[in-house]
């Protein structure tokens, strides 16, 4: 990983948008995290009410992601304030929320972090926290801390999990205090945090330290002798073949609480995780981050075969699996609840399908993107992990801790009210032409997912990305078809069930056909 740092770059004299700017840079950086994940903060002064200079911290607010943050995604806070909760020996969750609300400078500022208290208490300016791939692949093993210590050296302090908020932040502290040197940390199971005098500094320790991660990971993969291979993948005919079988049984079973899309992934990373040996005994060990739990669930259903073929296994048969996973979530919640929580969609977010590839549900295609992506990066931490120890994840008590913590539930409040056709998928015919364009934007405007077709596939697949842009979302799916043709409505059908996992209405705007 190189440092994308350029001195000319950086607003001068605004702490606030020289932070935002480093921010940026890390968040367009996947491996760096994804999706809300992660933290930056810088100290620095600004004027009080009386025109007074005061400290103030700026940390980013909860929910907000890097990649593309403004400065309205920062909350500001009075420093010397939040700094004397560092004295306190405990503090719950509410407490600790409701203080950082009465410190805001700013009553209309976001919610800050959940680790604001880490970035005040630490007295260095500026601080980084990421949820690195490489970083995780050698915190996520059984001898994490000795791997950390050969790898990174001994400039990082190495920090035991602990759920994040007032406990990890003084655990930090505490260790930050015993060794002033430190240039950050290493959080079992959660990333790295690196720190400095200024933005610079720990942007460029940030890179540092994931690159020396990833260069150790990378000679662990030329020494390898052998890989356990699993079996061979399908054809793409005889895996959509199986998606036919599957995806009305699965969309159908998983929409019984609220209706979802569902998208299906074959990309060779994937095919490579869902086909390997190792398939079971990594998967079901639980997150990389218990960060991603929120978009995927603890574990994802691995599809279980009662014979050497995918093809043995009855949709009815895949029913009663998904059943007995919503099942087990509903003995996970009783296990471990307390009278404050309510039991979320049992159901699984992402499905593992040995030959045929990854499954993955949420409200739109913009979603289930999303949750592909934090889970291929999970793999490939799992994979990393496996070749250097053996990969661990927190337990299952740490797992709900994260999963139902009101704190992280409150990142789905954010979301906006969902529109009136939101979840339903439909197929437009004809859609080139004015009146079906005009169709088209109706339903997007009023929330579906749209598949439009017409026998031009530029003028289509043109349609499909202005609308898509139109909604702010991956909504809209072109697909060229020709309504004479059962060839080419199957291809089209296919691509829409590969997209969004089925259709629920039709609009036949293409005229009459005589087939």
Request: aromatic content about 6%; hydrophobic content about 40%; proline content about 5%.
């Amino acid at each position: 990983m190189r440092s994308r740092w350029h001195v000319s770059a950086v607003p001068a004299n605004n702490p606030l948008e020289a932070l935002v700017f480093r921010s940026r840079l890390i968040g367009e950086e996947e491996r760096l995290g994804l999706f809300g994940g992660g933290n930056t903060s810088t100290k620095g002064e600004a004027p009080d009410l009386l025109g007074q200079p005061q400290a103030i911290l700026w940390v980013k607010g909860s929910g907000a992601d890097l990649k593309g943050c403004e400065a309205r995604h920062f909350s500001p806070l009075r420093l010397e304030v939040v700094r004397q909760l560092s004295g306190r020996a405990h503090m719950s969750d509410e407490e600790m929320v409701a203080f950082l609300e009465r410190c805001l400078v700013d009553p209309k500022a976001p919610r800050p972090s959940v680790e604001t208290l880490l970035h005040a208490f630490i007295p260095e300016r500026d601080i980084d926290h990421t949820h690195a791939d490489a970083i995780l692949s050698l915190a996520n093993t059984h001898h994490g801390e000795a791997l950390v210590r050969k790898v990174l050296g001994k400039q990082l302090l190495w920090i035991p999990y602990l759920q994040p908020g007032f406990a990890l932040s003084k655990r930090v502290f505490e260790a930050y205090r015993r060794q002033p040197s430190a240039q950050g940390a290493v959080l079992e199971k959660h990333g790295l945090i690196t720190w400095g005098p200024d933005g610079r500094t720990s942007y460029v320790r940030t890179i540092r330290y994931v690159s020396m991660a990833e260069r150790f990971l990378a000679r662990q993969r030329r020494r390898a002798r052998g890989v356990a291979h699993g079996r061979p993948a399908h054809s793409h005919a005889e895996a959509t073949a199986l998606l036919r079988q599957y995806l009305p049984a699965i969309r159908g079973t998983i929409s019984r609480r609220r209706k979802v899309c569902l998208t299906s992934w074959d990309s060779p990373d994937v095919l490579a995780f869902v086909n390997t040996k190792q398939l079971l005994s990594l998967a079901r060990i639980g997150p990389a981050t218990p960060d991603h739990m929120l978009r995927t669930k603890r574990l994802p259903l691995i599809m279980e075969r009662s014979s050497r073929s995918s093809v043995a296994v009855s949709p009815q048969a895949l029913v009663r699996q998904l059943e007995r996973y919503a099942a087990a979530h509903q003995r996970y919640f009783l296990k471990y609840r307390q009278p404050e929580h309510a039991m979320q969609d049992p159901y699984p977010r992402v499905i593992l399908i040995p030959g045929v590839g990854m499954l993955t549900t949420g409200k739109d295609a913009t979603e289930t993107a999303m949750v592909a992506a934090i889970y291929r990066h999970a793999m490939a931490i799992m994979r990393e992990a496996s070749r250097v120890g053996r990969y661990t994840s927190v337990s299952e008590r740490q797992a709900f801790g994260v999963e139902y913590w009101p704190l992280e539930l409150y990142k789905l409040s954010l979301a906006p009210r969902e529109a009136e056709l939101a979840r339903e998928v439909g197929l437009l015919t004809g859609a080139a032409g004015g009146i079906g364009r005009g169709i088209a934007e109706l339903l997007v405007d009023r929330g579906a997912s749209l598949v439009v077709t017409d026998l031009r596939r530029q003028e289509v697949e043109a349609l499909a990305q202005t609308l898509s842009r139109r909604a702010g979302r991956q909504r809209v799916l072109g697909v060229a078809m020709d309504v004479t043709d059962e060839r080419s409505i199957e291809r089209a059908y296919d691509a829409a069930m590969r997209a969004f996992g089925g259709i629920d209405f039709l609009v036949s705007n293409a005229g009459i056909a005589s087939v």
